[in-house]
């Protein structure tokens, strides 16, 4: 039965006292963004969700979701819970900070971080293709040293995308096996492996962490964090001890200590070891988890349809030959590429349930009262699995972006994967740089498929915080 609190208010289940919505959620289905949908369903595009006593609007349109990410009333991210936990209790990094604190501390790292390979294509571009040349002589060898060129793809390439971000803050990489590098995947992988209705019970009952911690997932994160963090914490000292920062700073982590030099003097200064290493445990998390999942979709979607993995290469063979490795220039040529990359961000659903935001004032849309205080929880599962907007939702088809023309369509009908306003996700022009790269580059060396007498791959995605597909094998054959 549709419960409205007051006139204005969207609609939704009836809350119960104390818990709310929680256990109607629960009940929907085991995994939390199916069981949003079902109720998004019921109940139309922005549904009022109460959870504990924390108020929440459910969204399960693009159009809703761009309009309110888009609103300046609509910029901060609810804190409490593992977030406030990931923050050191400060209001400090990017991902998850406010206010005047997060504007400030976006702006320095946009502006610094262009002087290291961020945010200009050309740069940008230099850098991807260093790290690309690593992970081809990487994958070659493993090819060469395993039977039947059988390789497991778990996580595969998140050392390698975690290897960019290194490159931009400290200016140097990694090798693959590195112990302190995998210790750090482990910590980011925890972290998203949390389930995700724990995280949801901590945000709702902040207390439940202290009651049962690691049955939601609460002791599992909170490790996590601090394993990262003193990993960027140890990149930071690095750069410290090298003490060329003054004179001559060289990468993202000179310049954040050369700011804090400058500023030693203030005490309202911003540039902290503990803001240095939360912010790049965001930057980290948000930039090796993503796109790295997103790759081992595109092997795992191409490998099982071979049909759209060979009209890729033939674009590949058109525009670019196997000689020379692709530019970003090559993308404006390369439509049937975009379409796939387009279809793989909308098939994988990355950050599924989007980073939430909150109301910071009454305000109405459509007929709604969003109230201030309201949790604005995105659903990308409705947003990109809905039969009523994409036809055979399920189905991985790049031609759904392609007209008759063969030109790219429906583009925008996929951007809020990137969120959307002054908010919008921090490393999208590197995600769109790396990602048609990397995919080009890995289909021009190697052929992807199931491998002999094995079954078809699942497809149904890990539940975790940033979807990631289940591990699976696939045979790897270098292309002559
Ligand atoms: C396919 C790849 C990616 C996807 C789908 C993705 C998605 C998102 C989404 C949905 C948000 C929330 C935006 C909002 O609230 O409007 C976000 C935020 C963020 N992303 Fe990404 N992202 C990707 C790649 C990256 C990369 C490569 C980086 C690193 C350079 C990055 C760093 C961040 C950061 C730091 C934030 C927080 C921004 C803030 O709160 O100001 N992301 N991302």
Redesign the pocket.
Known sequence: KSFRKSKNAPPGPMPLPFIGNLVYIARQDPVNYKAMQKISKKYGEVVSLKIGSMKNVLVSTCEAARDL?SRPDCLNRPINGAFWERMLCQNIG??FSYDEA?SSI?KFTSKSLRDYGFGNRNSMQKLIKQELLELVKYVETKVDSSPGGVLYFDRFFQASFLNL?SSMITGERQPYEDKELQKLLKASQKWFDAPPLGSLTVMAFPWTRFVCPKFLGYEQQIQALREMENYTRGMLEKRRKQNTFLEKPTCFADSFLKMAHDTAEDPASIFTDDQFAVLCT??IQ??SD??SN?MSFAILLLMVHQEVQEKVVNEIEEVIGFERLPESSDRDSMIYTQAVILELQRHAR??VV??P?QATEDFYYKDNLIKKGTTILVNLHSCFMDPDVWNDPERFNPERFLDDERQLINSEKISI?????R?????EP??KES?FLYLVTLLQKFLFRIPPNHPSPDLEPAVALILAPKPFYAEVVRRK
């Open positions: 990410y990017m991902a997060w976006r971000m965001d930057l948000g930039g993503t796109t997103l990355l950050t989007m980073p935001r994967a990137f969120g959307a306003g908010r919008i996700c921090f490393g590197m995600a990602s």
